[in-house]
C-alpha cells in the first residue's frame, strides 16, 4: 500500500522524498515497481487518482457509471466494474437528500382556459425545439421562499429558460419562457407542455405563446405523471444540489441556482436517457450528425 501510495504521487513530489515520508527505501519502491504487474498497478494507480477528480468536480454526485463515462471521455480505458469496485474500496457514494416540505404552487382553482393534454406522456423527441415542459419549483432560505420557473427542452433535457422571484405571479413564468425564446428561436411547430396553474392558463402567457407560435398542452388535473420530466429535474436539483446547502437570502440561492444549471446541469452533468452526455453535447452531436430515427422515450 505505501508503495502504491508513492506511485500515484511520484509526478509530484520527489521519490526520495516520498520514501522517506513514509519511512521505505527507494530502492524497494524501484524493485515493487519492476515486479510483474507493476504496469498494471500503475494504470490503477492512475485511474484512482482520475476517478477521484471526476467524482469531486461533481460535488459528489456521480455514481460510478458517470465517472466511468468521464475517465472514458478522458481516453483513461477502463471497465466500469473496476470504476465501481475503486469507488467501493474508497467510499465515495453519490449524496442523495431527501426532500423538504412541499409547497404548493399550482393554483388550478380558477375559470381560465385549460388546454388538451396534447403531451399525453410522450416524453421522446425527434429534434430540439420540438417539445418544450415547464413548471414552478420552490428554494427555502432565511429571507422567505425563492420561486423558480423553468423551460426544458425534451431532446436533450437541457434547460432552455428559466427566472427565479419572491411571487408566484404570471411575471415568473413569462420570463422563464421569454429567456427560452430568446435563447433558442423556435421556428413553429413546437409544443408547450404545462400543469393547469393560473399562472399557465393566464391571458398574458396564452398571448405569449400564440405570438411565438407555440401549441399549448396541459396535464390532466392534480397528474404530476402528466410532467414527469420537469419533476425529476426538479427532484435533481433538490437531492444533488440544493438540500445541502441553506441560503441567508434569495439572492444567494438565486446564485446556486444559476450554478447547477447554467454550469453544471447543461455543461457538466451526464444522462443516462442521453446514453450518458450533456445535454448541450447531445445536442451538438444533433447538428453534426441528426439522427435518421427518433428516439424513443428517454427515461430518467
Not at 522517506?20 to 504487474?37: D, F, I, M, N, T
Not at 423556435?186 to 399562472?199: E, I, M, N, T, V
Request: charged fraction near 30%; charge should be positive.
Amino acid at each position: 500500500m505505501k508503495y502504491g501510495w508513492i506511485d500515484e504521487r511520484r509526478a509530484e513530489y520527489p521519490i526520495r522524498a516520498l520514501c522517506a515520508a513514509l519511512e521505505v527505501s527507494p530502492s524497494g519502491y524501484y524493485e515493487w515497481k519492476s515486479r510483474p504487474g507493476g504496469e498494471r498497478r500503475e494504470r490503477r494507480a492512475r485511474i484512482v487518482q482520475a476517478a477521484q477528480k471526476f467524482f469531486e468536480e461533481s460535488r459528489r454526485i456521480y455514481g460510478y457509471r458517470k465517472v466511468h463515462r468521464d475517465l472514458v471521455a478522458a481516453d483513461m480505458a477502463c471497465s466500469r466494474e473496476m470504476v465501481r469496485q475503486v469507488m467501493r474500496e474508497n467510499g465515495w457514494k453519490s449524496k442523495v437528500q431527501r426532500r423538504g416540505r412541499r409547497v404548493v404552487t399550482t393554483d388550478s382553482a380558477h375559470d381560465l382556459p385549460v388546454a388538451a393534454n396534447l403531451l399525453n406522456r410522450d416524453f421522446g423527441a425527434s429534434r430540439p425545439n420540438e417539445k418544450w415542459v415547464t413548471d414552478i419549483t420552490y428554494v427555502a432560505t432565511k429571507e422567505g421562499w425563492l420561486y423558480l420557473a423553468t423551460v426544458l427542452d425534451l431532446y436533450s433535457r437541457r434547460i432552455v429558460g428559466w427566472s427565479a422571484g419572491d411571487s408566484l405571479a404570471t411575471a415568473l413564468v413569462r420570463e422563464a419562457l421569454l429567456r427560452a425564446v430568446r435563447n433558442r428561436l423556435p421556428k413553429g411547430d413546437l409544443l408547450h407542455h404545462s400543469d393547469r396553474g393560473s399562472q399557465y392558463a393566464s391571458l398574458e402567457y396564452r398571448n405569449l405563446l400564440e405570438i411565438n407560435e407555440l401549441t399549448a398542452s396541459m396535464s390532466r388535473k392534480a397528474n404530476c405523471w402528466d410532467n414527469a420530466p420537469m419533476e425529476s429535474f426538479f427532484g435533481s436539483l433538490k437531492t444533488e444540489w440544493l438540500n445541502f446547502e441553506q441560503f441567508a437570502n434569495r439572492e444567494q440561492a438565486k446564485g446556486s441556482v444559476f450554478e447547477y444549471i447554467e454550469v453544471f446541469y447543461n455543461r457538466r452533468r451526464r444522462h443516462e436517457a442521453l446514453d450518458y452526455r450533456t445535454p448541450i453535447e447531445f445536442e451538438y452531436l444533433y447538428k453534426c450528425a441528426p439522427p435518421s430515427h427518433p428516439p424513443g422515450v428517454r427515461k430518467k
